[in-house]
């Protein structure tokens, strides 16, 4: 089978001008097929604030109101993916956006209201990578924001660590896919105060060991989470790290398997 | 050679929701290969408004500075695009969102300054459809807005009536091209007074009697460029009037050929 990277980005490096030029000169560099996600950053809160909207919080979850879901449109779906399409393209890497509503690539429903209703969030159904492999194999690399629709004219705001899990599920029918989770930190700490401290191998044996411990907590269990769905669905193995993990083969992460 | 429609939907259509809902009604009922256009509508502004921007002219011209350029590429790329994409999903019609940086398919280079600095608006050098061809013969639908980049990174702010335009000249080598220009007159008029006094047919020669005499004046002539433009270049014929004229041929509207 073939190899495919399906590298997902954070907002650390869309925060940061230079940190993700040099992020998209590291990823127009790496050979063969892939595919880029990427989160929105801090831009869709300040054009809230520039804008006077409220946001608005249930138990530290943002909710997708009306509102909140055509900024989060604006912001990722324009501004940050059509941002980082000009500059793959000054790199002559030959990059083509997308949300889940273009090609019908990803089908979403909003989220089911138990206790919280999210409003336009969406819970991914269905990929269908079809056009992506056509043009995957052109030699375009597809770029993903987080936005999906409901197949009924809905857009639906999605997590983007989510989404690029999803994707490369969705990849691994046919080809071998690797899934990158770039982040600030070198990998999974043992220690939070030792940036040096990255646990390099882990499954999922070994993961509940440290959940157990107490050592894996907080933000880092839903990612945890991602990669664990992800590997247990064909996804071949999952790398957390910063971006230089996928330069050299040898530098530091956290590298994820069943 | 295979028929093609290229179809520019303006700003009345954008910003009225039911008319927009409408049009995309009738755009999924062609049948055949088609490639929509769109314009950006009033929500740059009023976004601009919301965030307390200053809208700045130089001769009746908005002048495209970095702020403006972000709200157009949030409002044309993220909000409208993808909401025209979603919308297009729902009625079963498989869309694809594009800017000219996605798939480097619309090359342009900032406006020269002569006079007056446009700021960041558009020229478009050069248009690639082989990518577009790749997605029409696979029954997917190319949807753009007007912006586009440079190639070395910066994206631009695109006339919509040109980029329609310069879309229709580029696919004329490999298609039999039609070009639609949507707008809220039945076409153009002999008597601005008389909604009915519809001219159905010009030519060039037509043309230049209908300016000398005044009769095609102010906003008509920027557009009655484009549709020259276009015929003179390779397109089969452009037409010009509501959207109903894409469901009747026998339907009042201006077609101009050379």
Redesign the interface.
């Known amino acids: 089978m073939e190899q495919l990277k399906v590298i997902k980005i954070g907002s650390h490096l869309i925060n940061d001008a230079p940190a993700l030029e040099e992020f998209l000169t590291i990823f127009t560099a790496i050979e063969g097929k892939k595919v880029l996600v990427h989160g929105g950053g801090s831009a869709a809160t300040e ?1 809230a604030q ?3 909207l409220e946001v608005k919080m249930i138990d530290g979850r943002r909710i997708t109101d009306s509102e909140t879901l ?1 900024i989060a ?7 940050v ?3 980082i ?3 793959l ?2 790199k002559d890497c ?6 889940g ?4 690539t990803i089908l979403a429903q909003k989220r089911l209201v138990k206790e919280v209703d999210y409003g336009w969030a969406g819970d991914i159904l269905k990929v269908d990578t079809e ?1 992506l492999e ?2 995957l194999s ?1 030699k ?1 690399t597809p770029v993903f924001c987080a ?1 999906t ?1 409901d ?5 639906l705001n999605t997590n983007a660590d989510t989404l690029a899990a999803e994707l490369a599920i969705a990849f691994s029918k046919n080809y071998a896919t690797d899934l990158y989770y770039c982040f600030e930190k070198k990998g999974v700490l043992i220690n939070l105060a030792d940036d040096n401290s990255v646990i390099e191998n882990m499954n999922s044996i070994g993961y509940e060991d440290l959940k157990i411990q107490g050592i894996i907590t907080g933000g880092m269990l839903p990612k945890m989470k991602n990669c664990f769905y992800a590997v247990q669905n064909g996804v071949q193995k999952v790398c957390v790290g910063q971006p230089e993990m996928l330069q050299n083969s040898t530098r530091l992460c956290t590298t994820i398997t069943n």
Do not use: E
């Open positions: 054009i520039k804008m006077h055509d449109t604006m912001v990722y779906a324009g501004k993916n059509k941002t399409i000009a500059q393209q000054a030959n990059a083509v956006g997308f949300s509503a273009d090609g019908n056009i056509v043009l052109r375009l936005i629709h197949g009924k004219g809905q857009l």
